[in-house]
């Protein structure tokens, strides 16, 4: 994510010193040397390097020591990325004019790029003694520090590099990416973010910062730079931004993010799980049943996938369908008791009792405390004529709870069934006074209290049961009987 950008200063066009042991008897003079200097770089000026780099070969054979022809040859060189050719040209510039900082910058470039570093530290430190205003060689030399991984030395010089030109965007980026090799995101982030603010249209800068800050949790400022640098064909950006929307409760922009990415990830399994669950919080429910749908066709054995799309199926009261959702998830991973317990309940809507009650035996002989499953055993086994067995589990949920509603409710109807009409009124008494809206337990104390002759409170136990919900029908039909029953 870090920028490496060597600078490449042009040489000078005119020869500003005087070059020691050079001019001879046979050589024209410095002047005529430095015109057709001047001349050649006006190729190169006009725009035609190849031009300029031939005019200047042409003087490197006739003037093979001047320190100007072999700086504006190795420079053009350089700009035709051909560092080979260029380091052996400026080491000859550099030594005919060794504190020139055209050729030490040239030559600093040209060892990089023939992977020379540490002789490039060398030339871009020895401008820094030269000429301790130029933020470009502490650039160059943050640079190589990065390369080598020295990130405490690249922070040292990109600082330097800032505290020269805190105009530069790549100075502050590369900052970051030191930083960030140090392990301190937040730093990064900051330097990132003064980057991308800096020039906000690059995408780099922006994205930089934008997953800088996604690392140290300041959503906002990671919502704002990934928004910053979010591009169509991104798709790990806006994977990104939808789970920073998604942070934030706004389920609309991350759904809409997610299914912005599906061109790059619909082939990933997990990718339409995540945004099946952005789905059913927008309450797209068509939508997240067919991501869940696409989710386990690519993986089918995802066993949160499974456990969700057979929750979602039997919300939409597709008991059928969600029972063999979750009968595969128990395929995959069959200690799941949630499943079990929900694969239960599918067979009990879709009246395979029997299927049910078996898969409650099985959940309670590793959960026998869950006394809300063993009364749902009790009470299917009650309605298949299991009488005992219910009675057996209505005991055993009282022996660990002595408030419970509906084994109260379910005791007192084998005590009823046995005549016990004392028992029985007790165990429904019980269970009103505990829970004032248990309406079972209302309907049967009245059935209870009418076998007792007690017609007038068994009437009343009923209205209090209709002032709760007047379409309960169970209590509305003995009402009525009762009611007829008394004339």
């Known amino acids: 994510m870090g920028k490496k950008r060597n600078w490449l200063l042009a040489a000078m066009a005119v020869c500003t010193f005087a070059l020691s042991g050079f001019a001879t008897a046979q050589d024209p003079s410095l002047a005529e040397v430095n015109k057709k200097v001047v001349s050649a770089s006006e190729i190169y000026k006009n725009g035609d390097i190849d031009g300029a780099m031939g005019a200047f070969e042409a003087l490197e054979k006739d003037y093979p020591n001047n320190a100007d022809v072999l700086s504006w040859l190795g420079f053009l060189y350089m700009r035709k ?62 640079g190589i520090y990065l390369r080598r991984k020295d990130f405490g030395a690249a922070v040292t010089a990109y600082d330097k590099a800032a505290a020269l030109n805190s105009k530069d965007p790549y100075i502050y980026n590369n900052l970051g990416v030191a930083y960030e090799g140090l392990g301190k995101d937040g730093e990064a982030a900051k330097n990132y973010a003064a980057a991308s603010d800096t020039k906000p249209e690059n995408v780099t800068f922006a994205r930089n910062a934008g997953y800088a800050y996604f690392r140290v949790k300041d959503t906002d400022n990671a919502i704002k730079y990934l928004e910053r640098s979010e591009s169509e064909d991104d798709a790990t950006t806006c994977l990104a931004l ?89 395929d995959v991973d069959p200690e799941n008791q949630d499943a079990l317990l ?71 109807l084998f005590q009823l069934e046995h005549d016990k009409l004392t028992d029985a009124q007790a165990s429904f008494r019980k269970a009103v006074s505990l829970d004032v809206n248990f309406l079972p337990a209302y309907n049967n104390l009245a059935v209870t209290l009418e076998r007792l002759n007690k017609m007038a409170e068994a009437k009343a136990t009923l209205q209090k049961a209709l002032a709760i919900d007047p379409n309960y029908e169970d209590a509305k039909k003995n009402l009525e009987r009762m009611s007829k029953n008394s004339h």
């Not at 927008?282 to 089918?300: C, I, N, R, T, V």
């Not at 009246?351 to 959960?367: I, P, S």
């Not at 709870?401 to 409710?409: F, I, T």
């Open 242 to 330: 939808g789970e920073l929307y998604e942070k934030k409760g706004d389920n609309a922009k991350a759904k809409a993010c997610f299914e912005k990415a599906e061109g790059a990830m619909g082939q990933n399994g997990t990718y339409w799980y995540n945004l099946a669950i952005l789905r059913s919080r927008a309450q797209d429910w068509e939508g997240a049943s067919a991501a869940y749908e696409k989710s386990l066709a690519l993986d089918p054995n995802n066993k949160d996938a499974l456990n969700n799309y057979g929750l979602l199926l039997f919300r939409e009261n597709k008991f059928e369908d969600a029972g063999a959702v979750f009968k595969k998830l128990l």
């Open 81 to 142: 990325d051909m560092a080979s050719k260029a380091l052996p040209v400026l080491e000859r510039a550099n030594e005919a004019r060794p504190n020139d900082i055209e050729i030490l910058n040239n030559l600093g470039n040209a060892y990089v790029s023939t992977g020379d570093d540490q002789k490039a530290l060398d030339q871009y430190s020895k401008i820094t003694e030269l000429n301790n205003s130029m933020y470009e060689p502490w650039y160059n030399i943050g």
């Open 342 to 412: 929900n694969s239960a309940a599918c067979a009990a809507r879709t009246g395979h009792t029997d299927e049910a009650m078996e898969l409650w035996k099985v959940f309670l002989r590793k959960n026998p405390s869950r006394d809300d499953v063993r009364t749902d055993l009790a009470a299917a086994q009650w309605k298949s004529g299991q009488k005992e067995s219910a009675r057996y589990h209505y005991v055993e949920a009282l022996k660990t709870n002595p408030n419970n509603v509906r084994a109260l409710n379910g005791i007192g």
